[in-house]
């Protein structure tokens, strides 16, 4: 069996928590394999709203397990506190869940240095999560960082005493102020938490499901456009978030790929510091937000809001070798007469361009607009043969721009209210 890949083509929050959710019945396991709680995938059935920050969004479906990766960041006081909200729900936590033991620890003081280096960035700020994303991946390559295989070693407790020495001697220099001891306590209660599951070599792992012939599908984590080496850097997150992504962050040959499913929504956002072309500071984009209910599910910040943009739709859809798009929020651009939708950029030279540039933070773009009209009608409880025409025309008119199928719709945050074409 092949090893599916879903995943954002946007700046993340499209939608994959719901997706994921939908999908999860195909699939015998669903692995997370980049990112950390900085994510925030959320997914809503049986009039309740789960949000999940480091747990598979397949954690839901008795039957699928579950497996965080080794390119994943972890904080085990956030993974504490997640599984205690899960609790209620009587899940197989414990026997559906599997965590690689060369997954990267996230350590209290790499959220204090998050904290310390984006506050002194002042008014270039990335608009980081503050979750200790960026220290900890920093730590991994600096080949200094903990890994959750190392809380089952004798010298465990030495190990964490070094690293939070060099973090302590760097946090002196700015004005942080914090409790060590409660946070130090904190830290080592949701370690002993840890140890109660299932930590895996889960590339062995992951590739005995291959080879069993398990149907197994990789949820990536933020966006394509936020990827470390593919996206709008500086402003970006600290890991691969694309298809390549998947390979080294689950241990999977680039040979085992099969669908790569990319999600986006049906106008864009972003939330935090960073170029967005097609961002509408007005009345629209307001009106954008409230529909959408855009507030970040990890941060509560508003999301700015925008049309949809082409051009980096195919960008990420060429990097990723998308095979399926899945359209998200359809339902929020009801209340608009004209839809418009980017389909070029006009730069600082003059010239048109249907390509993302390099210089993206500081080349003043124009958006390049086609405008189509609206629907103006509830698409709560339809199927695909009673959308209304003009919806059908901005998926056909998508599909003819990006040539590949839109194969999902999404109408509505339940899980139910999907169309599948």
Not at 95 to 121: C, G, M, W
Not at 332 to 355: A, D, M
Not at 386 to 399: A, D, G, V
Request: aromatic letters at 10%.
């Amino acid at each position: 069996m092949k090893v599916d890949v879903l995943l954002g083509l946007q700046w993340g929050d499209e939608g994959k928590g719901k997706i994921v959710d939908v999908l999860a019945p195909r699939y015998d396991v669903v692995a997370r394999f980049q990112g950390g709680p900085n994510a925030g995938h959320t997914l809503e059935f049986d009039g309740i709203k789960h949000v999940l920050h480091q747990i598979p969004s397949g954690i839901f479906r008795p039957k699928t397990k579950n497996i965080i990766g080794n390119g994943v960041v972890l904080d085990p006081i956030i993974f504490k506190s997640e599984i205690e909200k899960l609790s209620q729900f009587n899940l197989e936590v414990k026997s559906n869940l599997f965590i690689s033991k060369k997954a990267t620890l996230i350590v209290p003081t790499h959220r204090l240095l998050d904290q310390a280096y984006e506050s002194a960035k002042g008014d270039n700020k990335i608009g980081s999560t503050l979750k200790g994303i960026g220290p900890s991946y920093q730590d991994k390559i600096g080949r200094q960082g903990l890994r959750v295989g190392d809380i089952l070693s004798p010298n465990f407790i030495e190990k964490f005493k070094k690293l939070t020495h060099i973090h302590t001697e760097i946090l002196d220099k700015y004005d942080i102020t914090y409790n060590w001891s409660e946070l130090e306590k904190s830290f080592f209660d949701a370690v002993s938490f840890l140890k109660e599951f299932n930590l895996v070599d889960s590339e062995y792992f992951i590739n005995r499901e291959i080879k069993n012939g398990s149907s197994i599908l990789a949820e990536g984590a933020q966006g394509s456009l936020l990827d470390i080496d593919f996206g709008s850097y500086p402003f970006v997150t600290s890991s691969n978030t694309v298809t390549a992504g998947a390979c080294t962050g689950l241990g999977v040959a680039p040979r085992h790929i099969g669908e790569v499913y990319g999600i986006f929504k049906a106008y864009s956002t972003r939330v935090g510091s960073g170029p967005f072309p097609t961002e509408l500071l007005n009345e629209d984009g307001e009106r954008l937000r409230k529909a959408g209910n855009e507030f970040g599910s990890t941060t509560g910040r508003p999301r700015r809001c925008g049309w949809i943009d082409l051009p980096s739709l195919k960008y990420s859809i060429m990097i990723n070798g998308v095979s399926q798009l899945l359209m998200m929020k359809a339902d929020v651009l009801n209340i608009f007469p004209e839809i418009k939708i980017c389909t070029h950029y006009q730069l600082s030279n003059g010239k048109t361009s249907e390509e993302m540039p390099y210089e993206l933070v500081n080349e003043k773009i124009i958006p390049v607009y086609t405008t189509l009209k609206g629907w103006e009608t509830s698409l709560t409880n339809i199927s695909e043969n009673q959308m209304p025409i003009e919806l059908t025309q901005y998926i056909s008119f998508l599909e003819n721009e990006l040539s590949v199928p839109i194969t999902l719709i999404s109408t509505g945050p339940d899980r139910k209210q999907t169309i599948h074409r």
